[in-house]
T-cell receptor
Framework: AQSVTQLGSHVSVSEGALVLLRCNYSSSVPPYLFWYVQYPNQGLQLLLKYTSAATLVKGINGFEAEFKKSETSFHLTKPSAHMSDAAEYFC?????????????FGKGTRLHILP | DTGVSQNPRHKITKRGQNVTFRCDPISEHNRLYWYRQTLGQGPEFLTYFQNEAQLEKSRLLSDRFSAERPKGSFSTLEIQRTEQGDSAMYLCAGRGESPNSPLHFGNGTRLTVT
């Protein structure tokens, strides 16, 4: 079975500073990994996904994430935070090679941007 | 816009009443998922379909919950004899054929049980 742990339910960074949101996964098989963002009163939107093609994945809005198998991590980063990045971010995992598998979500990290 | 439509957007009901939600995915989504999200939590898996077949149902889902996807198109989620603990956002997501396809979420139905 797969699981996801997101460290830090709230993260605050200053505008222009580096954003780092942490995600660690557990999976008995090679995983597919996803990051989603949820803006206030909106649905979940896909930021990026890892599907084993490349360990560094670039997504929308300047975000990227790096898959590190040795650390079972898939942390999300952005070099320079914007006020518009304030939202809740969810890491998710599913088992690769099994098209019938469900996607499991972490509890989320709320990102606050300080002016 | 993911093209996944959920109705209604909001539902307020009294405890003990039955409610039904509808989800319309896009035609390419042969897989359809239902999740529940409460404040401060991530989406919690409820059940999913591949075409019209319901392949998995969460053990967290009581017998009061039932879902259908007739003809492999739209889906409905029914909650019978609602309880205050059922208050949550109910999310529907479509997913393509490929194993690495992501979920495409609708905007959800917010249920409030009074």
């Amino acid at each position: 079975a797969q699981s996801v742990t997101q460290l830090g339910s709230h993260v605050s960074v200053s505008e222009g500073a580096l954003v780092l949101l942490r995600c660690n996964y557990s999976s008995s098989v090679p995983p597919y990994l996803f990051w989603y963002v949820q803006y206030p009163n909106q649905g979940l939107q896909l930021l990026l996904k890892y599907t084993s093609a490349a360990t560094l994945v670039k997504g929308i809005n300047g975000f990227e994430a790096e898959f590190k198998k040795s650390e079972t991590s898939f942390h999300l980063t952005k070099p320079s935070a914007h006020m518009s990045d304030a939202a809740e971010y969810f890491c998710a995992v599913s088992a690769s090679g099994n098209r019938d598998d469900k996607i499991i979500f972490g509890k989320g990290t709320r990102l606050h941007i300080l002016p | 816009d993911t093209g996944v439509s959920q109705n209604p957007r909001h539902k307020i009901t009294k405890r003990g009443q039955n409610v039904t939600f509808r989800c319309d995915p896009i035609s390419e989504h042969n897989r359809l998922y239902w999740y529940r999200q409460t404040l401060g939590q991530g989406p919690e898996f409820l059940t999913y379909f591949q075409n019209e077949a319901q392949l998995e149902k969460s053990r967290l889902l009581s017998d009061r919950f039932s879902a259908e996807r007739p003809k492999g198109s739209f889906s409905t989620l029914e909650i019978q004899r609602t309880e205050q603990g059922d208050s949550a956002m109910y999310l529907c997501a479509g997913r393509g054929e490929s194993p690495n396809s992501p979920l495409h979420f609708g905007n959800g139905t917010r249920l409030t049980v009074t």
